[in-house]
């Protein structure tokens, strides 16, 4: 092998760390309502949720938000856009802060804050 052969190639996996990976370690929650697939939402995002003080429990404040995201997605997907990343349409959410959806690899979704990507 000479110097200038990489040592890695872009097919290498160096490291993997799931959806599942993540839920075990406490960083993601499943929003288990909506399938298919996995959707998640951070623990940010959660945290923000629960910091929201008004006469709403938790839940009540957390499932329009997790419904809007999945109208978001639907209305992307249906548009024919095969969109890993949404970056716009959850202005106006629970949390008072922009908020993105990116894909999984369960085949769902995650509900994350942009510095959280």
């Not at 716009?88 to 894909?103: H, K, M, S």
Request: aromatic residues 10%; proline residues 5%; contains cysteine.
């Amino acid at each position: 092998m000479s110097e200038k052969d990489p040592i890695f190639t872009a097919d290498d996996v160096i490291s993997t760390y799931t959806a599942a990976d993540a839920e075990a370690d406490g960083a993601l929650i499943h929003y288990a309502p909506i399938t298919p697939g996995r959707w998640y939402f951070t623990i940010g995002v959660h945290e923000a949720i629960e910091a929201k003080k008004d006469h709403r429990s938790y839940f009540q404040k957390l499932t329009p938000l997790m419904c809007d995201a999945l109208m978001l997605v639907n209305a992307t997907l249906k548009k024919n856009r095969d969109e890993h990343l949404i970056t716009e349409g959850l202005e106006g959410n629970v949390t008072g802060r922009p908020l993105w959806v990116g894909r999984n690899e369960t085949g769902g979704w995650t509900v994350m804050f942009p510095e959280e990507n």
